[in-house]
């Protein structure tokens, strides 16, 4: 049963291109969360898609960035002009539909705006 | 709101000796909390969760946490570490409600001594 899959694992942009970041759930799972890791920080809440639902986006920011969880494909979160400071690492999470959040992560896609 | 404080940034511990994270959490609503382990370059994998059954829970690789209400505490232990446990420890906290985002507290930087 494979986990939760991401990518890419490496992603090199130079300030202003657009940055494309995917998450396959894990089978079975309808809910996918996206987090942003900065160097030497804990992990913050963005974005929570269900199918083709965006739930709960109060942690992205209000400009450049996206996400889709279309009812096809995999969750795309999309970066638009990038900055430097979107340098990061970007983890997805799954969980099922189920009342114990029990949140799977994937290994994650590092991002580094030149 | 929810957020969790973890007390001490980097942890040291001889090889063979217990191991103890603190977490401290702060929520207006009954919580779910998790510890997550996080090695280098990979994804969070989660050692254990409370989700308001028994208070002391055990994990994987030998870990456990007790959920304590009055101290509002989620410390975790380990009576005897490994070099194996070297890595950095992340307690998060959600809402009881399910599907629900986690707060991340900002890691604990384990090195274990030979």
């Given amino acids: 049963n494979a986990g939760v899959m991401q990518n890419p694992r490496h992603l090199v942009r130079r300030r202003g291109q657009e940055a494309r970041l995917r998450c396959s759930p894990m089978k079975g799972h309808s809910h996918v969360y996206w987090y942003r890791q900065l160097p030497e920080e804990g992990l913050k809440f963005m974005v929570y898609l269900q199918k083709e639902n965006i739930i709960d986006e109060s942690g992205m920011p209000k400009e450049r960035f996206s996400a889709e969880f279309p009812k096809e494909g995999p969750s795309i979160l999309r970066i638009q002009q990038v900055v430097r400071g979107d340098s990061a690492a970007y983890f997805c999470a799954s969980s099922r539909d189920r009342e114990e959040n029990e949140q799977f992560f994937g290994p994650g896609t590092r991002l580094t705006v030149l | ?114």
């Fill in chain 2, 1 to 114: 709101a929810q957020s969790v404080t973890q007390l001490g940034s980097h942890v040291s511990v001889s090889e063979g000796a217990l191991v103890l994270l603190r977490c401290n959490y702060s929520s207006s609503v009954p919580p779910y909390l998790f510890w997550y382990v996080q090695y280098p370059n990979q994804g969070l994998q989660l050692l254990l969760k409370y989700t308001s059954a028994a208070t002391l829970v055990k994990g994987i690789n030998g870990f456990e946490a007790e959920f304590k209400k009055s101290e509002t505490s989620f410390h975790l232990t380990k009576p005897s570490a490994h070099m194996s446990d070297a890595a950095e420890y992340f307690c998060a906290v959600s809402s009881n409600f399910g599907n629900e985002k986690l707060t991340f507290g900002t890691g604990t930087r384990l090195t274990i001594i030979p």
